[in-house]
């Protein structure tokens, strides 16, 4: 069935490193893939997005890749900052133009 | 602030009550989309309005419902409320479909 994961519930990383966010998903027939950023008590905000035609795409401290051969995503976060920390989602989006969100992962910025 | 408003922000009631959630999309958005975030199942897609029409359903029971106005401002309905119906519920919306979805702040319900 489809569905869209994280492979760890949590990430721990000391300020100033990059982060490496996994998803994986299972809907062959995706093709449009976000990554949300959602801090307390917010709803979640936009960060990145890619379409399945493009297996790299680059924004301001942050790149998504995408590998449809193992159906695998990531989001990179270079130099990561104390504001960075928050639960991270990777959504999917078929034709039939619903968003599957993954369980999401918890981003701890050590200072 | 995405521009998407969302109103009440906080809701408490009690089981068997019914409540509305409105939400404003962003100033020339089409489309609106209603999602339901528990701790134990995340954040889960509930139903799309797209000008004013229904485009597509999700997780929804049947006690919930939702329209979107000409004024494409949306209402969720939801009635005969169960505790387990406590949840933070997001409103966002998009230009199109199969777009970047900007977030509202969230209506969070109470069911005691």
């Known amino acids: 069935g489809e569905s869209v994961g994280l492979h760890l519930p949590t990430l721990s990383v000391q300020e100033g490193d990059n982060s490496i966010i996994n998803c994986a998903y299972s809907?062959?027939?995706?093709?449009?893939f976000i990554w949300y950023k959602q801090e307390s008590g917010k709803g979640p905000q936009f960060i990145i997005d890619?379409?399945?035609?493009?297996d790299k795409r680059q924004g301001q401290r942050v790149t998504v890749l995408l590998n449809k051969t193992v159906k695998h995503l990531s989001l990179q976060i270079a130099a990561t900052q104390p504001g960075d920390s928050a639960v991270y989602f990777c959504a999917e989006n078929s034709n039939d133009y619903k968003l599957s969100f993954g369980a999401g992962t918890t981003v701890t910025v050590r200072a | 602030d995405s521009g998407v408003t969302q109103t009440p922000k906080h809701l408490i009631t009690a089981t068997g009550q019914r409540v509305t959630l409105r939400c404003s999309p962003r100033s020339g958005d089409l489309s609106v989309y209603w999602y339901q975030q528990s701790l134990d199942q995340g954040l889960q897609f509930l139903i799309q309005y797209y000008n004013g029409e229904e485009r597509a359903k999700g997780n929804i029971l049947e006690r919930f419902s939702a329209q979107q106005f000409p004024d494409l401002h949306s209402e969720l309905n939801l009635s005969s409320l169960e505790l387990g119906d406590s949840a933070l519920y997001f409103c966002?919306?998009?230009?199109?479909?199969?777009?970047?979805?900007?977030f509202g702040p969230g209506t969070r319900l109470t069911v005691l």
């Open positions: 809907n062959s027939a995706s093709d449009y």
């Open positions: 966002a919306s998009s230009a199109f479909m199969n777009n970047e979805q900007f």
């Open positions: 890619i379409r399945s035609n493009m």
